[in-house]
């Protein structure tokens, strides 16, 4: 699934546990999935010294909110993670005692399918002895082994009592390799504790949280859980696109990998149609590199093999730097030409950013019957209205990274936390009839929340079409928060709602993506993300409450194809070369209410087995989220919109405009503004990036 944008461009602690999946991958340029088995260790290191008998801030000792936390958390672990237990001072009670600065042991090994083992562990867990930091790292250090993706998970309370001193144990252990650290939670700590603390994770490449309450506890354990560092996944059967379009490889729908070449070199495709006169959009996904700029200096295009254009986009990035980028490219017209009627279409994927070369993408080929008539369809839908949604009693839920690991939900709301810089996913099946509404709440911050929060940041809430159109109605009305996707969120919380057009196929003839983007039914995603702030460098994770819900009946105004066809979505075939008779993941019939029965998706793995990391319920406390990067300015062109292969009487869409300020480009047309400098033939995203 891609974000599509057509002829423009869209303006862009016990923490100890969190980590506990294959948390320690750290987030770089885009990758393909691991090899099997190469899922990464994690080695649990908890303090078990006489100072966790004191209290946690909340009425708990902080040996209660640690079990609390840690049992939550082990719950949710994949039967498939790596995952180990080590505590430290659990033995012998007085530094004076023989062994007290040894006193460590591996209480559970690394291994898989280990929860009874871990949660027995963690119900003994008592506060006993001395703090012997240093070697129960080097101890953890020889538990994972010397290769592979190993994270150990530090949780104190207080400073090492014994030597070896810890920040020169982690800067020795980071010597292994670049595929191992450490994170570490300091669980109200003094300012001596925490800069020893500070030290270690900064030795051992890892990050350091602060945790006050049980509530903060549980919020950073989310933040060094699996998900918040999985590497972004791509899907699809490996495909080397050609230097040319002669002899480039030949595809029919599907989902494909491959990687950008040399800078301003371009990938060229061969799609082949498999249904008469259908509608082919292809698109085109990437995690941006880090370091590389909000602009993303790729193309997306499909044309004729006579070299007509047919259709194109400047792939979006979703993020400041480490963004998720994604753009689609559809063959859709008004009228009936080669575009519509070529048995193949030429598919080039270029790039003119250094930063990008070799960088994986995955690439989805959709393909869309014509409908046999548009007589009797409902119009193009009118701008929604916000519905209020019943509250519902949250799930806990693990947010995907990408698109094929997004989780499935069904209407009513789940909980989970929000880090600066990342980018969630979700997806909701949407019928013809339905609109899609999504909320996000999140409460006021606790007291080490708020001091990490550092004043406003920006949160984003979007819709996302299954074929990659931005579809949340600008001109929405009632929507809580205000009809932007943007909100600022300062300390005291807030609630976003933004909501889709109801899905309807003459919504093809409008102007702008979230009407075109609402012109076929399937999975739609909802997009959270937060600011990151680059003089910010404390990380930390928001409690936050994502509602979701349906309004409308399914299957409402739904047309028919020709012969009877079924569009073909490019994640639900096995890619070939020839036609495929495999029917699309369409949602049912049956009519749902917003706020309806909350499908439990809080599952161990995706759909493809890859392991999906746990989440740490949180509850209160917390803050914040945000929009990530700054808008790139928008490009777009005119281009005659959607068609089927029978001619229709179609409204053509008008010229668009420049938006200034933070004026979103789903704007209509305005008289007094220039019309956008990019309209006309599509420019070459060589010559730069957009102006910002």
Same mark, same amino acid.
């Given at each position: 699934?891609?974000?599509?944008?057509?002829?423009?461009?869209?303006?862009?602690?016990?923490?100890?546990?969190?980590?506990?999946?294959?948390?320690?991958?750290?987030?770089?340029?885009? =990758? +393909?999935?691991?090899?099997? #088995?190469?899922? %990464?260790?994690?080695?649990? /290191? *908890?303090? $078990?010294? !006489?100072?966790?008998?004191?209290?946690?801030?909340?009425?708990?000792?902080?040996?209660?909110?640690?079990?609390?936390?840690?049992?939550?958390?082990?719950?949710?672990?994949?039967?498939?993670?790596?995952?180990?237990?080590?505590?430290?001072?659990?033995?012998?009670?007085?530094?004076?005692?023989?062994?007290?600065?040894?006193?460590?042991?591996?209480?559970?090994?690394?291994?898989?399918?280990?929860?009874?083992?871990?949660?027995?562990?963690?119900?003994?867990?008592?506060?006993?002895?001395?703090?012997?930091?240093?070697?129960?790292?080097? =101890? +953890?250090?020889?538990?994972? #082994?010397?290769? %592979?993706?190993?994270?150990? /998970? *530090?949780? $104190?309370? !207080?400073?090492?009592?014994?030597?070896?001193?810890?920040?020169?144990?982690?800067?020795?252990?980071?010597?292994?390799?670049?595929?191992?650290?450490?994170?570490?939670?300091?669980?109200?700590?003094?300012?001596?504790?925490?800069?020893?603390?500070?030290?270690?994770?900064?030795?051992?490449?890892?990050?350091?949280?602060?945790?006050?309450?049980?509530?903060?506890?549980?919020?950073?354990?989310?933040?060094?859980?699996?998900?918040?560092?999985?590497?972004?996944?791509?899907?699809?059967?490996?495909?080397?696109?050609?230097?040319?379009?002669?002899? +480039?490889?030949?595809?029919?729908?599907?989902?494909?990998?491959?990687?950008?070449?040399?800078?301003?070199?371009?990938?060229?495709?061969?799609?082949?149609?498999?249904?008469?006169?259908?509608?082919?959009?292809?698109?085109?996904?990437?995690?941006?590199?880090?370091?590389?700029?909000?602009?993303?200096?790729?193309?997306?295009?499909?044309?004729?093999?006579?070299?007509?254009?047919?259709?194109?986009?400047?792939?979006?990035?979703?993020?400041?730097?480490?963004?998720?980028?994604?753009?689609?490219?559809?063959?859709?017209?008004?009228?009936?030409?080669?575009?519509?009627?070529?048995?193949?279409?030429?598919?080039?994927?270029?790039?003119?950013?250094?930063?990008?070369?070799?960088?994986?993408?995955?690439?989805?080929?959709?393909?869309?019957?014509?409908?046999?008539?548009?007589?009797?369809?409902?119009?193009?839908?009118?701008?929604?209205?916000?519905?209020?949604?019943?509250?519902?009693?949250?799930?806990?839920?693990?947010?995907?990274?990408?698109?094929?690991?997004?989780?499935?939900?069904?209407?009513?709301?789940?909980?989970?936390?929000?880090?600066?810089?990342?980018?969630?996913?979700?997806?909701?099946?949407?019928?013809?009839?339905?609109?899609?509404?999504?909320?996000?709440?999140?409460?006021?911050?606790?007291?080490?929340?708020?001091?990490?929060?550092?004043?406003?940041?920006?949160?984003?809430?979007?819709?996302?079409?299954?074929?990659?159109?931005?579809?949340?109605?600008?001109?929405?009305?009632?929507?809580?928060?205000?009809?932007?996707?943007?909100?600022?969120?300062?300390?005291?919380?807030?609630?976003?709602?933004?909501?889709?057009?109801?899905?309807?196929?003459?919504?093809?003839?409008?102007?702008?993506?979230?009407?075109?983007?609402?012109?076929?039914?399937?999975?739609?995603?909802?997009?959270?993300?937060?600011?990151?702030?680059?003089?910010?460098?404390?990380?930390?994770?928001?409690?936050?409450?994502?509602?979701?819900?349906?309004?409308?009946?399914?299957?409402?105004?739904?047309?028919?194809?020709?012969?009877?066809?079924?569009?073909?979505?490019?994640?639900?075939?096995?890619?070939?070369?020839?036609?495929?008779?495999?029917?699309?993941?369409?949602?049912?019939?049956?009519?749902?209410?917003?706020?309806?029965?909350?499908?439990?998706?809080?599952?161990?793995?995706?759909?493809?087995?890859?392991?999906?990391?746990?989440?740490?319920?949180?509850?209160?406390?917390?803050?914040?989220?945000?929009?990530?990067?700054?808008?790139?300015?928008?490009?777009?062109?005119?281009?005659?919109?959607?068609?089927?292969?029978?001619?229709?009487?179609?409204?053509?869409?008008?010229?668009?405009?420049?938006?200034?300020?933070?004026?979103?480009?789903?704007?209509?047309?305005?008289?007094?503004?220039?019309?956008?400098?990019?309209?006309?033939?599509?420019?070459?995203?060589?010559?730069?990036?957009?102006?910002?």
């Amino acid at each position: 699934m891609m974000i599509r944008t057509q002829g423009y461009r869209r303006p862009a602690a016990l923490t100890l546990l969190a980590a506990v999946l294959l948390a320690g991958l750290s987030i770089g340029p885009a =990758q +393909a999935d691991p090899e099997p #088995g190469d899922n %990464g260790k994690l080695v649990m /290191v *908890l303090d $078990s010294s !006489g100072s966790m008998k004191e209290p946690a801030g909340d009425g708990q000792t902080k040996i209660v909110a640690a079990r609390t936390a840690l049992t939550r958390v082990v719950n949710k672990l994949p039967e498939a993670s790596q995952v180990g237990l080590r505590v430290y001072g659990a033995t012998v009670f007085k530094r004076s005692q023989p062994g007290a600065c040894t006193d460590t042991q591996l209480t559970v090994p690394i291994g898989t399918g280990n929860r009874p083992q871990l949660l027995s562990a963690i119900s003994k867990y008592k506060p006993y002895g001395e703090t012997p930091i240093g070697y129960s790292l080097q =101890q +953890a250090a020889k538990d994972l #082994g010397p290769s %592979g993706q190993r994270t150990i /998970v *530090l949780v $104190s309370d !207080g400073e090492a009592t014994c030597a070896p001193e810890p920040c020169e144990v982690a800067r020795s252990i980071a010597k292994q390799g670049i595929d191992l650290k450490i994170d570490v939670v300091g669980f109200r700590v003094g300012a001596k504790a925490r800069s020893q603390l500070q030290c270690v994770a900064r030795e051992g490449r890892g990050d350091y949280y602060d945790a006050d309450s049980t509530i903060d506890l549980e919020a950073g354990l989310d933040r060094l859980s699996t998900r918040a560092f999985r590497p972004f996944r791509l899907s699809g059967t490996p495909v080397e696109g050609g230097p040319q379009q002669e002899g +480039a490889p030949v595809l029919a729908p599907g989902l494909y990998s491959d990687k950008f070449g040399a800078e301003k070199v371009a990938k060229y495709y061969l799609v082949k149609r498999t249904i008469a006169g259908s509608t082919l959009r292809a698109g085109v996904s990437f995690r941006n590199p880090a370091g590389g700029s909000d602009v993303v200096e790729s193309k997306t295009q499909l044309s004729t093999i006579e070299g007509d254009d047919c259709g194109w986009s400047y792939p979006h990035n979703y993020g400041s730097d480490e963004g998720l980028a994604t753009g689609v490219a559809s063959s859709w017209k008004e009228t009936q030409d080669e575009c519509a009627t070529a048995d193949q279409l030429v598919l080039t994927v270029s790039h003119g950013d250094k930063q990008l070369v070799a960088t994986p993408f995955e690439l989805r080929i959709d393909e869309e019957p014509p409908v046999s008539t548009t007589t009797g369809l409902p119009d193009e839908a009118e701008e929604p209205t916000w519905k209020s949604m019943p509250g519902s009693t949250p799930r806990e839920i693990v947010p995907g990274s990408s698109f094929p690991d997004a989780p499935l939900l069904s209407p009513g709301s789940y909980r989970t936390t929000l880090m600066p810089g990342e980018v969630q996913l979700y997806k909701v099946k949407v019928d013809w009839g339905q609109r899609l509404q999504a909320q996000v709440s999140v409460p006021q911050m606790g007291a080490a929340l708020g001091k990490a929060f550092d004043g406003i940041r920006y949160l984003d809430v979007n819709l996302i079409s299954p074929t990659g159109d931005e579809v949340f109605a600008t001109f929405a009305k009632g929507a809580p928060g205000g009809a932007y996707k943007k909100v600022a969120l300062t300390s005291r919380g807030t609630v976003h709602g933004v909501v889709s057009k109801e899905i309807r196929y003459l919504n093809r003839t409008g102007a702008n993506s979230y009407n075109t983007g609402t012109s076929q039914p399937g999975e739609y995603y909802v997009l959270v993300s937060l600011s990151k702030k680059t003089q910010a460098p404390q990380p930390f994770a928001m409690p936050m409450t994502l509602t979701v819900g349906l309004q409308g009946t399914a299957g409402a105004g739904k047309p028919e194809y020709v012969d009877g066809a079924t569009p073909v979505s490019g994640d639900s075939v096995t890619p070939s070369a020839t036609p495929t008779d495999e029917p699309s993941d369409k949602p049912s019939g049956d009519k749902t209410e917003a706020g309806g029965p909350v499908q439990d998706s809080g599952s161990s793995s995706s759909d493809d087995g890859t392991p999906v990391g746990l989440i740490a319920g949180l509850g209160g406390g917390g803050v914040l989220l945000a929009l990530l990067g700054a808008w790139a300015v928008l490009r777009l062109r005119n281009k005659k919109a959607v068609a089927t292969a029978h001619p229709a009487s179609y409204p053509q869409p008008g010229p668009y405009p420049q938006q200034p300020g933070w004026q979103h480009p789903n704007q209509p047309n305005h008289p007094n503004q220039p019309n956008y400098p990019n309209q006309g033939p599509p420019q070459n995203p060589q010559q730069g990036p957009a102006p910002r």
